[in-house]
């Protein structure tokens, strides 16, 4: 089983940053994304992930978000630990793909192949603003260039042979030159010449991992992706994408075995079930449904739920259709589906995302945490987890300590690091280049 923390805010329950048991360190401080990420180190985790708006979101007064730039921030984790993974969102949409080849490369070096990259094409409607000449830019053109990304960084990654450099001083040769080769690409959204200006990193490029689920995200996944970061609120949701996903491997000529899938995990624990639920209640108690309004809003690219009354079930038809949804297709998908079998009201449906955003929330002790990801990873539902703690690092803390020995006491969770890259603790190859 893998498992990946995943670190935002002071934990990914919308009111963790208000709860006295969630950390008291500034967002803003490296101190607190350092502590979470050695505790995961400590607690033999995989990896650590950050992932990235391009833009302030729209309710500053009441949500914390994503603050210090990922890319930045895992050269700062790289320093202060030694074997854990450390992967970053960055966006296909709005960074020059050399800039980011040469970014995730140094990472990789400077971390001695611990880096894996969250390739996103950025979902979030406020990111056209602020890249004038790029505007904001429809879903399917995201996808597509992102297809043309991927061709020109692999081909950065690839333009240094492993052997290339020689650092030879008594010859006086640095470099073999034939080793190292111009990509000379040209297509209809970008023309760069190459090789990079960075020679070979040691997992050979970073570990690509993959956070969109719509159709075109999963085709896009099935090409591309290592590890598949998914939201479900549902078990069978869960199940029906990994199968999906899975025979879109075998479609594309893949190994299935070599690419992960990874759903979000956001676990309530408590020492007994009205000890979880009384966890629950207190950040339930903390959130406010118009704050979980205006992110519905966001998410539905802007539309508008002011009319809803709070306490009416809710049906299809109060949603814009997903189909036609330009900023986060899946996620939206997944909402209008729980509400076509459930039919929540919509303070209901608000409390439910306000835990985790849209992905698996569950209560319980720590055996009956470990029994459900036991089954998830023994049904074919999932490879591992990405953990989302309600409240950090209480949450992460609890899972450590008493689910993780359950883990390790099954089989089912390593006893101790045997790799020192993120593509060994994987499981995963190393690309030739
Ligand atoms: C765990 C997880 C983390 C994600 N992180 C980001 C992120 O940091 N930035 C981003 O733009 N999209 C992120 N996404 C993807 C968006 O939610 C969205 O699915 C995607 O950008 C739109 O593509 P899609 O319609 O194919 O899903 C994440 C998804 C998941 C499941």
Do not use: C
């Amino acid at each position: 089983m893998h498992l990946n923390l995943f670190i935002q805010s002071r934990g990914h329950h919308e009111a963790a940053w208000r709860h006295p048991k969630s950390s008291k360190l500034p967002l803003t401080d490296i101190q607190y994304t350092v502590e979470m990420t050695q505790k995961a180190e400590a607690g033999l985790f995989d990896s650590i992930f950050l992932a990235d708006v391009l833009g302030l979101w729209n309710d500053v007064q009441t949500t914390p978000f994503n603050w210090l730039e990922p890319i930045t921030t895992l050269a700062a984790l790289s320093m202060a630990t030694k074997r854990i993974g450390l992967i970053a969102t960055a966006s296909t949409t709005y960074t020059e793909a050399y800039n980011l080849a040469r970014q995730f490369a140094s990472l990789d070096h400077i971390s001695r192949g611990r880096i894996g990259w969250n390739i996103v094409t950025t979902w979030s409607p406020q990111a056209g603003g602020n890249f004038g000449n790029i505007g904001e830019v429809s879903h399917a053109d995201r996808y597509e260039r992102a297809e043309e990304y991927m061709t020109v960084v692999r081909g950065l990654w690839d333009s240094w042979a492993d052997d290339a450099v020689l650092d030879d001083r008594a010859s006086g040769r640095y470099a073999d030159p034939k080793r190292v080769k111009p990509i000379d690409h040209a297509g209809k959204f970008y023309k760069v010449k190459g090789p990079l200006n960075l020679p070979r990193s040691p997992q050979g490029r970073p570990v690509f991992v993959q956070a969109g689920s719509s159709d075109t995200g999963k085709r896009f996944a099935a090409r591309h992706a290592e590890a598949v970061f998914t939201a479900h609120l549902e078990k069978g949701t869960a199940k029906a994408f990994y199968d999906d996903i899975k025979k879109l491997l075998v479609e594309e000529g893949r190994d299935p075995s070599q690419v992960l899938i990874l759903p979000g995990f956001s676990p309530i624990i408590g020492s007994t079930e009205a000890e979880a639920k009384r966890f629950s209640d207190e950040l339930n108690g903390l959130s406010d449904p118009e704050v979980g309004r205006n992110r519905l809003s966001l998410r539905f690219g802007g539309h508008d739920f002011s009319h809803l009354p709070l306490d009416k079930p809710l049906a299809p038809e109060d949603f814009p259709d997903p189909k036609l949804n330009e900023s986060s297709r899946s996620r939206t998908e997944v909402i209008v589906g729980f509400v076509r079998e459930h039919k929540p009201t919509l303070r209901q449906l608000l409390a439910k995302l306000a835990g985790a955003r849209g992905h698996f929330v569950f209560e319980g002790t720590p055996e009956q945490v470990a029994d459900l990801m036991q089954e998830w990873v023994t049904e074919g539902v999932a490879d591992g987890f990405n953990l989302m703690p309600p409240v950090l690092p209480e949450m992460l803390d609890v899972f450590i300590a008493e689910v993780v020995p359950i883990l390790q006491k099954r089989g089912l969770f390593r006893t101790r690091y045997e790799g020192e890259t993120l593509r060994s603790h994987l499981g995963l190859q190393r690309p030739e280049a």
